[in-house]
């Protein structure tokens, strides 16, 4: 894929989120990282370095963005590949965890090193 043609890709995805109390409009700025003060520090700083090894990688991403037609908050959203990612806790409800599962969301636990599970769900 050439270099005009991700960027497209990329374009395309980004369209489908916006910024979660705002109209559909109102879009994420690309490859900066918001944090939430709902969430603890664990998850924080597991989505950094979620979006640090995205961008070793040269892969553009959204954080924080919520999908237009659901009103789902996503925390990491890869640009490059559509790929969602979702940093949760141990104690994450097991329909939520399903629930993740059956739409492909990647989901990474702040209590096992990221590195490690980005790269085995990745594949």
């Known amino acids: 894929m050439n ?3 991700l ?5 395309k995805i980004w369209k489908r989120y916006h910024v979660a109390p705002m109209a559909n409009y109102c879009k994420r700025k690309k490859n900066a990282i918001f944090i939430s003060t709902a969430n603890n520090l664990k ?5 950094l370095e ?14 924080e963005a919520t ?12 640009l490059d590949t559509g790929e969602e990612i ?3 806790h141990k104690n994450k409800k097991a329909d939520t965890l399903s629930r993740y599962k059956e739409e492909d969301v ?3 636990h ?3 090193p990221v590195k490690k599970q980005l790269d085995a769900q990745r594949l």
């Open 3 to 5: 270099k005009k043609e």
């Open 7 to 11: 960027e497209l890709q990329r374009d």
């Open 43 to 47: 998850h924080e700083i597991a989505k």
């Open 50 to 63: 979620v979006c640090y090894l995205l961008r070793k990688q040269k892969q553009h991403f959204i954080t």
């Open 67 to 78: 999908r237009n037609n659901e009103d789902i908050k996503i925390d990491v959203v890869v």
């Open 86 to 88: 979702e940093i949760c």
């Open 106 to 108: 990647i989901v990474i």
């Open 110 to 112: 702040t209590d096992k």
